[in-house]
């Protein structure tokens, strides 16, 4: 994914997400073992799946907020 966002935007968790995958390798590692079961399938199938891992609930679920 590409993702475009509005620099200091309070609702912006995607570089949160992202240092939080390079200070957590163990977590770095589940999420791309999640990636590749989708390598071929349907986007859409990956899609739910990552929102499931992030946190489904709106809120990331490893984030500290």
Not at 9 to 38: C, G, H, S, T
């Amino acid at each position: 994914d590409l993702v475009v966002t509005i620099i200091d935007y309070n609702k912006d968790d995607f570089y949160r997400v992202r240092d939080a995958l390079i200070d957590n390798p163990e977590l770095l590692k589940e999420y791309n073992e999640m990636k590749m079961q989708f390598e071929g399938k349907l986007y859409g199938d990956y899609r739910k799946a990552k929102i499931e891992f992030l946190g489904g609930n709106g809120k990331v679920r490893f984030l500290k907020y």
